[in-house]
């Protein structure tokens, strides 16, 4: 199975600043991997698919980059609602989600 | 629109089985899989499997194999996910949620999530 690990598992920072949450693979998974943002109470929302492809409606602060086994979302200026946790999810071989790092304000 | 309708929050006793809905409309039920995902609390996000509503098929995370039991109900359009041999492990949030077919794979819609309590 491949295992997915996200970092840091929380992450503070300020309005404002620029953003970088890691998400690494146990293997390969050929850029086959979305971000999801989820809020307390709420489901998961899509931001990212396939690695760097932004969701329709989804501020264009958020991007994704990657290859192989090592990927990475940013948020380029980090606003108030994005406080939420976000979670990486692999679909090259099987179904795995990250850990989920959890993005608080400072 | 495309919504998936959730049933309600299930107090259950340990020991004992649950089964809970997702109720599709907007689209083909028959030509999208769906599948469940796991939430305890205050932890990640943990994928259970999916069925094809068309014909059936299922294919389950080996974790969750004798624990959770896919089907579909094709004149209804509605998922079910039966949980059995209930343990406080399995209390949780669960989500159905539904691919998007095509190029590019990822979970376009997602239910509301019900909240599985085991407690006696």
């Known amino acids: 199975d491949i295992q997915m690990t996200q970092s840091p598992s929380v992450l503070s920072a300020s309005v404002g600043d620029r953003v970088t949450l890691s998400c690494k693979a146990s293997q390969n998974i050929n850029k086959n991997l979305d971000w999801y943002q989820q809020k307390l109470g709420e489901a998961p929302k899509l931001l990212i698919y396939f690695t760097n492809n932004l969701q329709t409606g989804i501020p264009s602060r958020f991007s994704g980059s990657g290859s192989g086994t090592d990927y990475t979302l940013t948020i380029s200026s980090l606003q108030p609602e994005d406080v939420a946790t976000y979670f990486c999810?692999?679909?090259?071989?099987?179904?795995?989600f990250g850990a989920g790092t959890k993005l608080e304000l400072k | 629109q495309v919504q998936l309708q959730q049933s309600g929050a299930e107090l259950v006793k340990p020991g004992s089985s649950v089964k809970i809905s997702c109720k599709a409309s907007?689209?083909?039920?028959?030509?999208?899989?769906m599948h469940w995902i796991k939430q305890q609390p205050g932890n990640g996000l943990e994928w259970i499997g999916w069925i094809y509503p068309g014909n059936g098929n299922t294919k389950y995370n080996q974790k969750f194999n004798g624990k959770a039991t896919l089907t579909a109900d094709k004149s209804s359009s509605t998922a079910y996910m039966q949980l059995s041999s209930l343990t406080s492990e399995d209390s949780a949030v669960y989500f159905c949620?539904?691919?998007?077919?095509?190029?590019?794979?990822?979970?376009?819609?997602w239910g509301p999530g019900t909240m599985v309590t085991v407690s006696s």
């Open positions: 999810f692999q679909y090259n071989s099987g179904y795995t």
């Open positions: 907007g689209y083909t039920f028959t030509s999208y899989d």
């Open positions: 949620a539904r691919p998007r077919g095509g190029y590019y794979w990822y979970f376009d819609f």
